[in-house]
């Protein structure tokens, strides 16, 4: 159900207009195996696959003979090979055979930057070369730890990329819309800038007295806590979250998005609960977290849906304070993504 609707948002795609220069989702990391696989990425067709030696590539669908969508091909020695003419091209873009004669000089398909870490395939999007690696929590490489328990959700939304990832820095819809069962307003603090690489927005977001995620269940799991955290370590296209109670780390997550077209996105998540992740209780502590961010996305997406076009944003108040640096944030890698 979940493929067919980004099947048909995909159908939809058009170019995106206001996207940060950064490192997207192509796929995760599971899903790409031995055949090549479409990916409508930024507005257009793309082909992912895997080489010989296990790498990941990112490239445009059109084969530059005579346009067939290359991910209807197969990989062969280590290349992709079109299935109209069966010309193949390495991981580089560069076609290096061609049935009975000498590849064109020119031959060659559009390459994206590509690298393959927290379980994802990820793409870099902007002129010019990657400007930093996307996030790699130990927790979510291919080799867990094993005192981690791991979960994942992909939900398509109309949101934007910038919609999406702000809503991490919005304490106020955190209690209003996900009934945060938190007392008092939020702290809001922010690293020192001149500390800070300059790829990153990061922010914590401090509650005192924090209830756990479903009140007196949560007692039972020990969750519930007199100080509750969320610290964000963010980019301008994808973010690690962590939460804590009392100090005490509950969970960590990367949080990344397909940018399929305009308004049409994909929200990943990649979590790892990481605290007694090994015994019964770490299991079920993984499933009370799954459960909440399960819900926390179920709430989050059918508002995300019914957002104005445009990226717009009426009023600000004190509780938007996050939200507005990282629009600003936000908006210089968009013209990153033009400069390079
Ligand atoms: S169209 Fe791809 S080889 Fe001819
Ligand atoms: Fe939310």
């Known amino acids: ?21 950064g490192w997207y989702v192509a796929l995760p990391s599971a899903e790409l195996r031995g055949r090549p696989r479409k990916a409508t990425l930024f507005g257009r067709g793309h082909v992912v696959w895997r080489g010989a030696d296990g790498r990941a590539h990112v490239q445009g669908a059109a084969c530059p003979h005579a346009g067939a969508a290359l991910y209807g091909g197969k990989v062969v020695d280590g290349t992709l090979e079109c299935p ?39 793409v870099w999007y902007g002129k010019g070369a990657p400007r930093y690696e996307p996030p790699d929590l130990p927790g979510l490489r291919a080799r867990r730890l ?21 809503n991490t820095y919005d304490p106020d819809h955190l209690v209003a819309l996900h009934g945060l069962t938190v007392t008092g307003d939020a702290r809001i603090t922010f690293p020192p800038a001149d500390g800070l690489p300059e790829e990153r927005c990061d922010a914590t977001l401090t509650w005192p007295s924090y209830r756990g995620p479903l009140g007196a269940v949560s007692n039972v799991f020990g969750l519930n806590a007199d100080e509750f955290t969320l610290r964000l370590r963010g980019w301008a296209s994808c973010q690690e979250i962590e939460y804590y109670a009392d100090g005490r780390r509950l969970y960590r997550m990367v949080l990344a998005v397909t940018p399929i077209g305009e308004h049409h996105s994909v ?3 990649s979590a790892a ?55 600003r944030f936000y908006q210089q890698w968009v013209e990153l993504a033009q400069r390079g």
């Open 146 to 166: 094993p005192s981690t328990r791991n979960f994942r959700l992909a939900d398509p939304t109309r949101a934007t990329t910038r919609r999406i990832l702000e």
């Open 267 to 269: 929200q990943h998540i």
């Open 84 to 122: 109209f003419h069966r010309w193949r091209f390495d991981g580089s873009g560069t076609c290096v055979s061609v049935p009975g004669r000498v590849p064109p000089r020119r031959a060659a398909v559009a390459t994206l930057p590509t690298r393959e870490s927290s379980g994802f395939v990820w």
């Open 273 to 327: 609960v990481d605290a007694d992740g090994a015994g019964v209780m770490g299991r079920l502590r993984s499933l009370v977290h799954r459960a909440e961010v399960q819900v926390a996305a179920r709430q989050d997406l059918p508002v995300f849906d019914t957002l104005l076009p445009g990226d717009r944003h009426g009023i600000y108040v004190p509780g938007d304070e996050a939200v507005r640096r990282f629009r």
């Open 1 to 21: 159900m979940r493929q067919k609707t980004s099947e048909r948002l995909a159908a939809a795609a058009r170019p995106v207009s206001n996207l940060a220069s």
